[in-house]
Nanobody, 118 residues
Framework: VQLQASGGGLVQAGGSLRLSCAVS????????LGWHRQGPGKRREWVAS???????NHASAVKGRFTISRDNAKKMLYLQMNSLKPEDTAVYYC?????????????WGQGTLVTVSS
C-alpha cells in the first residue's frame, strides 16, 4: 500500500488549502483513513478520520474548520482546511487505518508541508 500526499504550501492566516492523498495497492473502500500532523518541535498528532461508511471524526483543535472526505472511486482522501491559523503549521500525513473509524494507522504517506503565516 502506498499513499502520496499533496497540496501543502504557504498560506496566510485565515486562508484555505485542500490536501489530497492518493492511495494505491489497497482495496481502499474497506478501510478507515486519517490525517495527522506534526508541527515544529511537536509530536505527531491525529487530525481527523473517516470510516469506510463515510462517518467522520475531527480533533477538537480543527473541528468546524477542517473537513475530511474521501472518494472511493478515485481512491482519494482529502482534507479541506479553512480559517487556517499559524498554529496549524505542520507536516501533514495521510494514513490508511484498520476497518473501524477509530482503528490505528497501518500505512503512512510521506507528508506534505503546510505553513501558515500570521
Amino acid at each position: 500500500v502506498q499513499l502520496q500526499a499533496s497540496g501543502g504550501g504557504l498560506v496566510q492566516a485565515g486562508g484555505s488549502l485542500r490536501l489530497s492523498c492518493a492511495v494505491s495497492g489497497s482495496t481502499f473502500s474497506n478501510y478507515a483513513l486519517g490525517w495527522h500532523r506534526q508541527g515544529p518541535g511537536k509530536r505527531r498528532e491525529w487530525v481527523a478520520s473517516i470510516g469506510s461508511d463515510g462517518r467522520t471524526n475531527h480533533a477538537s483543535a480543527v473541528k468546524g474548520r477542517f473537513t475530511i472526505s474521501r472518494d472511493n472511486a478515485k481512491k482519494m482522501l482529502y482534507l479541506q482546511m479553512n480559517s487556517l491559523k499559524p498554529e496549524d503549521t505542520a507536516v501533514y500525513y495521510c494514513s490508511e487505518n484498520g476497518y473501524e473509524l477509530r482503528s490505528p494507522p497501518h500505512y503512512w504517506g510521506q507528508g506534505t508541508l503546510v505553513t501558515v503565516s500570521s
